[in-house]
């Protein structure tokens, strides 16, 4: 640790610190009497006895066998903190409020926890209904204390439809400013329905809904820019067929998050949605950012060599010279089964995992196809443009790869963000979490302006530059409105008075 407290390095920041990603523990009863008013005790009934509603109950009643048959996931344990304030605090906005002073941390930007779990219901009747009542219930919670804290809308996208629908009433009707969506969902192959009737048999794959999607999921995202929402990503990996051991949650957690993401930026950018939609902004919360680092420099290296140009030039089957290929095999074919079988390799077995097919055809059947169709690229500066300035990534404060994005050798436009993970069993105690950030500048890996932008600019910007009143109200206010405006912010002590709005400046 750093060896001062995190209170003591708030005190001598001269901005506010934002937590990018912090949750709650929603209580069920609770739940329960939203999902009743909001959709009747009929649907509330069926969601008490869906297995959805406790998914860990079903692996321990299998034996290691059938765990083991099944490929049963084992489910995750003992994940949350069990400091008696801080598991409190996760429960009660009120008591979170109070606690943040003794975390450093002036405004809470806060997430789900049983909330995420929403999108595996199949049902889309049930589905809905639990998102509209947790919605309802999150604005009540927090609305109180919206001068710190600011919660975020469960938004679906298992459909455009109810996803459109969702964030238009999260916005307008309840008045909230962030949406939690679920950016990648398992699908089963529609192929599947002709020979296999029962959908849990299906095989499923991944939709990351930016390219190759069975739907269109444009108007999402041009809803967001109209309701200056950002797309902001929770969403893992854990189920993944790489990620189902029936025996360890830690082999299946490690890096879920970043796998997860890497699927969706990705299909965001080849799939030419920040090419389309350049004013919004995508965060992709809890995977870190050693992930997006490795897929920036990896689209750069593929672009490079494979765009349309770069392939006919170098790569395009009929620039084979046969002729002197020919005069090598004369020259070189030692061997008799290659001096016996030149001719048939010379006419249609040039590409050994394309055996039978000449290059005329080889060339032909995939001449002028261009993987990078959808994105404007006419150099490596375009990279930033569409992959660096829209994203965001947010990193927890033990994280020293948060370094990396920083490190002026790489030359990297990318920005992570704080995200506590406050109310999750890898924050023990929420006091330390700004300390543990803290570390990377003791440790000499990131200076104070880089800890500026991680823990304060790079949020405004994330939020603030899509909906410049995102901060109005809270205790940032002021220092966020000068930070969109001049791109920098002397913000010094919060008033933290038990209703307060206002920050000297």
Not at 242 to 251: E, H, K, L
Not at 272 to 293: D, H, K, M, S, Y
Not at 296 to 305: A, N
Not at 356 to 374: N, W
Request: with cysteine.
């Amino acid at each position: 640790m750093s060896g001062k407290s995190s209170t003591t390095i708030r005190s001598a920041l001269d901005h506010p610190v934002i937590d990018a990603d912090g949750h709650w523990l929603e209580l069920q009863p609770v739940f329960e009497d939203y999902v009743a008013e909001v959709a009747g005790p009929k649907l509330r009934d069926r969601y008490l006895q869906h297995p959805l509603r406790s998914y860990g109950n079903a692996w321990y009643s299998l034996t290691p066998e059938e765990r083991q048959n099944h490929r049963a996931r084992r489910p995750g344990w003992w994940l949350v903190p069990a400091e008696t304030r801080d598991r409190a605090a996760a429960m009660l906005p009120a008591l979170f409020r109070e606690r943040m002073d003794d975390w450093g941390i002036d405004l809470a930007l806060i997430y789900p926890t049983m909330g995420f779990t929403l999108s595996r219901f199949e049902d889309e009747e049930m589905r809905r209904a639990l998102v509209r009542a947790y919605n309802v219930m999150a604005r009540d919670m927090f609305q109180p204390y919206s001068d710190r804290i600011l919660p975020a809308a469960v938004v679906t996208l298992n459909t455009p439809a109810e996803a459109i629908e969702e964030t238009e009433y999260a916005v307008r009707t309840l008045g909230m400013r962030m949406a939690m969506m679920n950016c990648t969902i398992p699908r089963r192959i529609a192929a599947d329905e002709e020979w296999q009737s029962d959908p849990k048999k299906q095989r499923v794959y991944i939709d990351c809904l930016a390219m190759d999607s069975p739907y269109d999921y444009d108007p999402v995202w041009a809803k967001c820019v109209e309701l200056n929402v950002a797309v902001t990503n929770h969403t893992g990996s854990m189920g993944w067929p790489d990620r189902s051991s029936p025996t360890s949650f830690v082999a299946d957690h490690l890096g879920h998050f970043a796998q997860s993401h890497h699927y969706f930026a990705r299909g965001l950018f080849l799939g030419g949605v920040t090419q389309r939609f350049p004013g919004l902004n995508f965060g992709f919360l809890e995977g870190g950012i050693g992930w997006a680092c490795n897929l920036y420099s990896d689209l750069i290296g593929h672009w490079q060599k494979r765009n349309k140009q770069y392939m006919n030039q170098h790569l395009n089957p009929t620039n084979l010279d046969r002729g002197a290929l020919r005069q090598l095999f004369k020259t070189y074919a030692k061997n008799d089964s290659l001096r016996t079988h030149v001719d048939a390799i010379m006419e249609c077995n040039l590409d050994c995992v394309e055996p039978g097919i000449s290059l005329e055809e080889l060339s032909a059947r995939d001449l002028g196809y261009d993987e990078f169709a959808a994105v404007d690229i006419s150099g490596t500066d375009d990279f930033a443009r569409l992959f660096g300035r829209p994203f965001y990534f947010g990193c927890e404060a033990d994280d020293p790869m948060t370094a990396v994005a920083f490190d002026k050798r790489m030359k990297l436009p990318l920005k992570p963000i704080l995200g506590s993970d406050i109310s999750h069993f890898d924050v023990p105690d929420a006091s330390e979490v700004l300390e543990e950030a803290w570390e990377l500048v003791d440790d000499g890996l990131i200076d104070e302006q880089d800890f500026r932008e991680f823990t304060f600019s790079n949020a405004v910007q994330l939020h603030g530059a899509m909906n410049p009143d995102f901060f109005k109200g809270t205790v940032v206010e002021h220092a966020a409105a000068h930070e969109l405006e001049n791109g920098s912010a002397d913000a010094g002590p919060v008033r933290r008075t038990p209703q307060s709005t206002e920050t000297i400046q």
